[in-house]
């Protein structure tokens, strides 16, 4: 069984900069991030390849998230800049063993427990 552990999550201000940590126990194949808010679904909000070469974002993060990951560590992580109010939300770091990335939750084979960010306006 593999083990993911996020850190980082806390408050930060609209336009305000947080970065969230992921470590996995052994190594894994493609890793990625989804948020949940409360009374709302799972959403997929960025993904990362094996080899980290390929990168996905769900639209409304584009150009303010940074998915990063570190093979030697088995590290995940997420920049976000920019920060705005709808990023409320526990934020799951996941993987899968497979190299290739998705969007869809049910694609993940491990999950986190999940770290809550909350952007104050």
């Known amino acids: 069984q593999l083990h993911m552990v996020e850190s980082g999550g806390g408050l930060v201000q609209a336009g305000g900069s947080l970065r969230l940590s992921c470590a996995a126990s052994?190594?894994?194949?493609?890793m990625g991030w989804f948020r949940q808010a409360p009374g709302k679904e799972r959403k997929f909000v960025a993904a990362i390849n094996w080899s980290g070469s390929i990168t996905y974002y769900e639209d409304s993060v584009k150009g303010r998230f940074t998915i990063s990951r570190d093979n030697a560590k088995n590290t995940v992580d997420l920049q976000m800049n920019s920060a705005k109010s709808e990023a409320t939300a526990v934020y799951y770091c996941t993987a899968r063993k497979l190299a290739v990335i998705s969007a869809r939750p049910d694609m993940y084979d491990y999950w986190g427990q999940g770290t809550q960010v909350t952007v104050s306006s």
């Open positions: 052994r190594p894994t194949g493609a």
